[in-house]
């Protein structure tokens, strides 16, 4: 099987000199052929900020995975689309239609996934987990 490498771009902590942490997540996952950003954090300028830091260019990306609606995860998604709309953004129904079109206004594809399925080779979504956070429903994916 082949590898595949787990770069964190966004997290709450820090353990690279340089990159700022911040509310959110984002990590890169790399492996034989692609390169897929596994949500983007809170904030543009810090998602930005990080990526140019770790020399990861958004126009390398062969897509973005988003796991839930959340702005922790989703706030610095126009900071990509603004370099690279060639690009599949892969989601959940559970996402709103402006996030979904606000991709398709940069050019990008929003791809809805309902189960399982083979995104890039050896990565698989889980499909849509049904999940509550305080209370409410929050259906979310996560990658295999």
């Not at 492996?31 to 020399?55: H, R, S, Y």
Request: proline share 6%; glycine share 8%.
């Amino acid at each position: 099987m082949s590898q595949v490498r787990l770069t964190d771009i966004y997290d709450n902590v820090s353990l690279k000199r340089g990159v700022i942490p911040g509310w959110g997540f984002s990590a890169l996952l790399s492996g034989p052929g692609f390169e897929l950003l596994f949500d983007t954090g809170a904030d543009v300028k810090i998602l930005k900020d990080n990526m140019e830091l770790l020399e990861i260019s958004p126009k390398s990306l062969d897509g973005i995975f988003l796991s839930h609606p959340h702005c922790d995860h989703v706030g610095g998604l126009s900071a990509i689309l603004r370099k690279n709309t060639d690009l599949k953004v892969y989601l959940t129904d559970a996402f709103p239609r402006v996030i979904k079109d606000k991709i398709k206004d940069y050019g990008a594809e929003p791809v809805e996934l309902y189960e399982p399925e083979e995104i890039l080779p050896n990565l698989l979504s889980t499909g849509e987990i049904k999940c509550s956070y305080r209370g409410n429903d929050l259906p979310e994916q996560s990658l295999i």
